[in-house]
Nanobody, 115 residues
Framework: QVQLVESGGDLVQPGGSLRLSCVAS????????ANWYRQAPGKQREMVAT???????NYADSVKDRFTISRDNAKNAVYLQMNSLKPEDTAVYYC?????????WGQGTQVTVSS
């Protein structure tokens, strides 16, 4: 069983930056694809960014060129650097790991972008 713990969510002004972290327990972290999702009030959960085991990344169009996903396999960690934040980025952000038929979710961390 893999447990994920996210951190780094906060209240930030528009144009500001935040760095989210997700640390996983267990083994074989480097084999997992890692993803960040978000869910705003009244909306469906949506994929924000993904990074596969080889380090290839993909982003939602709404965050491209503002967000960067990265991973540190030695620390069992995945990160989401968020720059130029907008009010519409306000959501609970979730970390997700996938390997074959196995998938794990964190508890989420709140990001609020407001002046």
């Amino acid at each position: 069983q893999v447990q994920l713990v996210e951190s780094g969510g906060d209240l930030v002004q528009p144009g500001g930056s935040l760095r989210l972290s997700c640390v996983a327990s267990g083994s074989y972290f480097s084999l997992y694809a890692a993803n960040w999702y978000r869910q705003a009030p009244g909306k469906q959960r949506e994929m924000v960014a993904t990074i596969d085991s080889g380090g290839s990344t993909n982003y939602a169009d709404s965050v491209k060129d503002r967000f960067t996903i990265s991973r540190d396999n030695a620390k069992n960690a995945v990160y989401l650097q968020m720059n130029s934040l907008k009010p519409e980025d306000t959501a609970v952000y979730y970390c997700n790991l996938i390997l074959a038929t196995y998938g794990y979710w964190g508890q989420g961390t709140q990001v609020t972008v407001s002046s």
